[in-house]
């Protein structure tokens, strides 16, 4: 039986402080995303890039805030939208933009969890926490308050009403590297599953991550994936506005998304804050590409690397 996938993108910008993540659709596109998936079976179709529907004129009494009314309009247009999709696809993916994008796809895909009697998880990859609320943030930039507003936090009156919510004890947050205090505050009132850094570097990634994956099997979920191009290391991915050193490397990140795919368990997926912009000759927009690859079931002796495999010149294969 074909197995269906529907790209969307969504070229956010009102959420982030720097211009160019409104350029990362096309740059994923150009990438041979909807090519590398179609090799791997996958029945895939673009759906192209949709724009926000105006709508009233939000406030807020933080004066900080960067962008407000289009932000909310992008939320609202995308919540209907990515449900829409995510109902006639088996794994919908979500090209952004920035990370305000999972203010609409998170809340329209525990709808559609709800719409079969099931939770939604929600694997978190970034280096930050996105906790912020509207009231919280001190740079202004909406992009770091998503998964403060779907876990149902006060002060979001000038967002949409939710539908569902995302319990915070069904999210799992891996890469973290930058909080700050009140993020780290929330983080410890909700006794939230967060990976840092340091645990990575103490425990890997193999044992945190099979033991989401159980919890998700477990109690019958359907898995969101939200992963930002500020997770990895800078080092392998630049092209993005918040760099933060220390980040995992490629081998991790393939690891997790391999992980991912083994497991069966995603049913929908974002892909945040490419700012093309900012790359050097595509190759975060490609690895972005790569990753994605391999969390839809390409495996080491797929594509190029088979070819290295069994050269004498790298040495033994066994």
């Known amino acids: 039986m074909s197995r269906t996938c529907h790209l969307l993108g969504a070229p956010v910008q009102s959420g982030a402080g720097l211009p160019g993540c409104q350029m990362g659709p096309e740059a994923l596109r150009t990438a041979g995303l909807e090519e590398v998936l179609q090799q791997l079976e996958w029945e895939v179709t673009d759906l192209g890039d949709i724009g926000p529907d105006r709508g009233p004129e939000p406030s807020s009494p933080n004066p900080v805030l960067h962008n407000l009314a289009e932000t909310v309009d992008w939320i609202r247009t995308l919540s209907e939208a990515a449900y829409r999709v995510g109902s006639n696809c088996d794994v919908p ?5 920035d990370h305000s994008l999972s203010g609409g ?9 709800a719409d079969n009697g099931q939770p939604l998880f929600v694997l978190w990859l970034d280096a930050h926490p996105d906790l912020h609320t509207l009231g919280s943030t001190t740079s202004g930039n909406l992009h770091g308050t998503p998964v403060a507003y779907f876990t149902g936090a006060e002060g979001f009156e000038s967002f949409p009403p939710l539908t569902a919510t995302v319990d915070p004890k069904h999210i799992m947050m891996m ?3 930058s909080v700050d205090p009140a993020e780290s505050r929330r983080i410890q009132e909700l006794g939230m599953d967060v990976i840092d850094m340091r645990a ?14 159980e919890r998700v099997a477990a109690e019958n979920g359907q898995l969101h994936v939200s992963f930002d191009v500020d997770f ?15 980040g995992p490397t490629f081998r991790e990140a393939h690891l997790i998304t391999e992980m991912l795919a083994d497991s069966g368990l995603v049913t929908s997926l974002d892909l945040v804050e490419l700012n093309p912009f900012l790359d050097e000759r595509g190759r975060t927009a490609m690895l972005m590409t790569d990753l994605t690859a391999s969390l839809f079931g390409r495996r080491i002796l797929d594509g190029r690397s088979r070819d290295l495999t069994f050269r004498p010149e790298y040495g033994s294969h066994r």
Do not use: K, N, S
């Not at 796809?105 to 969890?113: F, G, I, K, L, Q």
């Not at 990895?232 to 220390?246: E, F, K, M, Q, R």
């Open 93 to 97: 993916i979500f090209l952004g933009g």
């Open 105 to 113: 796809t998170v809340p329209a895909m525990a709808r559609r969890a």
């Open 175 to 177: 890469g973290i590297r």
């Open 200 to 213: 990575i570097d103490e425990r890997g990634v193999v044992a945190p991550l099979r033991h989401f994956l």
């Open 232 to 246: 990895l290391d800078p080092a392998i991915a630049p092209a993005v506005g918040t760099t933060v050193p220390g």
